[in-house]
């Protein structure tokens, strides 16, 4: 573990937070208390996530301790995040909230294959949710790019299952998680610049 690559890990965490804040602040509007709870809930884990395992590394590298537990938690700590803010996100597309409009508050909530399938679950629900959200915006690119994270967030799942002792398998998984982030938060600055916090989702007529 290199100190250039450890510093390297904290990129991508802080390119999903940019794009998690901007999410956040542009779906507010539309969202319940208890979509909005659970989608925001879920960024800030899988953030947290992302912190711990960029300190631990960032610890592996500088030789100070192998501080096993802020690794140990990161899977679990990322797959559950993400099905937070996919069932958020999800909630809003079928239950839309318009402005003024109050809702009751939803309540919510070692083998690693659990963490796999809630993994992929919460990032297609997130990503294929902003997806649709784009395609009824009519914004075709940032909707395309949320699969493309997609597909990348499913390589580093694939990924993770190798062996990551090698350094250039560690190169590997920074790049791929780092362009993935970088298409989550592209796609949501396209959606911020074409609206999104002043864009209204029409209910299903009964």
Not at 151 to 156: E, G, R, W, Y
Not at 160 to 165: H, K, L, Q
Not at 196 to 201: D, F, H, P, R, V
């Amino acid at each position: 573990m290199s100190i250039p690559m450890a510093i390297v890990d904290f990129i991508p965490v802080a390119l999903f937070f940019v794009a998690a804040l901007i999410l956040m602040r542009d779906l507010y509007h539309m969202m319940s208390k208890g979509a909005f709870a659970l989608m925001s809930g879920g960024m800030i884990v899988v953030f947290v996530a992302g912190i711990f395992k960029a300190i631990w590394k960032l610890l592996m590298a500088l030789d100070v301790c192998d501080f096993v537990a802020l690794n140990a938690a990161f899977f679990p700590m990322q797959s559950v995040g993400f099905l937070l803010a996919a069932l958020g996100v999800v909630s809003m597309l079928i239950f839309p909230q318009k402005k003024g409009e109050k809702a009751a508050l939803a309540v919510a909530f070692t083998s690693s294959m659990p963490f796999v399938a809630v993994l992929v679950l919460g990032t297609l629900g997130v990503a294929t949710s902003l997806a649709v959200l784009a395609g009824k915006m009519k914004k075709y690119v940032p909707m395309i790019i949320y699969i493309l994270y997609f597909i990348l967030m499913m390589c580093m799942g694939y990924l993770s299952s190798r062996d990551f002792s090698e350094p250039a398998m560690n190169w590997i998984g920074e790049g791929i998680n780092t362009a993935g982030q970088g298409l989550f938060l592209l796609a949501t600055v396209l959606l911020d610049k074409a609206g999104l916090a002043g864009y209204e989702l029409k209910k299903k007529k009964d």
